[in-house]
């Protein structure tokens, strides 16, 4: 663990663009989230704003006042956490300014955006001045780190499982860290690779930042992190963070994970109410059957089960849209986060032991 963390998400909690901070608050490795900033939910507790269920994760309405509240705690915030996933990532002058405080006070920062931070001379040179680092998590790697495809994942023989999604800001990095866990705690060695900047920020071990590598090696990099998983840990499971997903016009996403990564089976995230791709109305989500089909007809492999999320969907609703999903997909459908990995896991377990057998 890196340290006591502040999380930025000014204007954002609770909504497609807060949805590092809310990786942050639901699960993480790598720091210990003391508080979230964002004045619209200030005094509520971030766990119950997002899922109903309270976290000890307070929100509150500037640095100032987490930094006070922690203070007053006998706590030391360290890192200064950007929990925004804006379209384009993109930090707006607003957050700037609080970037420029959190240095400032001595805070370092960590930003998962395509502003890289470290390329400005102002926050650089009050960095130094402070003796904290700035880390742009979604900088490039060097070239020469970088991996081209070598055919090795084909030496995995554990199972792989792919979380995909009919659109971005679904959960399914949610997903698949729900089904690790769940595995872990009935005694299967489980990893997961994470692929976006949350999913490092959470402290996955082995992970690359899609949209951050060259087109050219991003098959390997997909190989690389699986291979390395699989060499490293002998995991009786290996799941995969999806990106985007195959039909979304903004961040088509998907493909090269089948390809590369090559996964046994894949699960599907989906969100019934969402009608139209995040962010850009007028661009529909095409029917979730067409997306099963394109999936299993590019990977010739099979999605086993959908799981939901449950976006503007009374709770009381879920388990009726879920059956309805289920008559329509003629697949098993789980709300894992309001009801736990039990079903889907009853569904992964065969899998795992059938893999043994081969």
């Not at 100032?64 to 922690?70: C, D, G, H, L």
């Not at 009935?186 to 999913?199: F, L, N, W």
Request: aromatic fraction near 8%.
């Amino acid at each position: 663990m890196d340290g006591n963390a502040i999380v930025y998400c000014q204007g954002a909690f609770n909504t497609p663009n807060g949805k590092t901070a809310h990786g942050l608050v639901r699960f993480t490795k790598r720091y210990h989230v003391l508080s979230v900033i964002d004045s619209a939910y200030a005094g509520s507790d971030a766990g119950e704003v997002l899922d109903g269920k309270p976290k000890g994760i307070p929100v509150v309405d500037s640095l100032t006042s987490a930094i006070k509240r922690a203070e007053k705690e006998g706590i030391k915030p360290s890192y200064f956490v950007i929990g925004l996933a804006p379209d384009g990532g993109r930090l707006n002058a607003d957050a700037r300014e609080v970037v420029k405080y959190a240095l400032e006070a001595g805070l370092n920062v960590d930003c998962g955006l395509h502003d890289f931070l470290t390329e400005d001379p102002v926050f650089m040179e009050l960095a130094s001045k402070k003796e904290v680092t700035i880390r742009d998590v979604r900088k490039p790697p060097h070239r020469k780190d970088l991996h081209f495809f070598t055919g090795n994942i084909e030496k995995v023989d554990c199972l792989k499982l792919a979380v995909l999604g009919t659109d971005s800001a679904l959960g399914k990095r949610t997903t698949a860290w729900i089904i690790v866990n769940g595995l872990i705690e009935k005694g299967y060695k489980s990893e997961i690779i994470g692929t976006g900047q949350t999913a490092w920020m959470q402290g996955a071990k082995y992970s690359m930042i899609l949209d951050s590598v060259v087109n050219d090696f991003l098959s390997g990099e997909i190989e690389y992190a699986i291979y390395s998983a699989w060499k490293n840990e002998h995991p009786d499971v290996i799941v995969i963070e999806g990106q985007g997903s195959l039909m979304n016009p903004a961040y088509p996403g998907g493909y090269e994970i089948l390809a590369a990564g090559r996964p046994d089976y894949v699960i599907l995230q989906h969100a019934p109410a969402r009608k139209e791709y995040d962010g850009f109305p007028g661009y529909p989500i095409q029917p979730v059957n067409q997306q099963i089909n394109a999936i299993e007809v590019i990977s010739g492999k099979k999605v086993i089960a959908v799981t939901l999320n449950h976006e503007n969907i009374k709770r009381e609703d879920i388990p009726k849209v879920c059956k309805n999903l289920e008559s329509e997909t003629g697949l098993p459908v789980f709300d894992v986060l309001y009801h736990g990995s039990k079903g889907l896991l009853d569904v992964i377990e065969p899998l795992i032991k059938q893999q043994k057998t081969k």
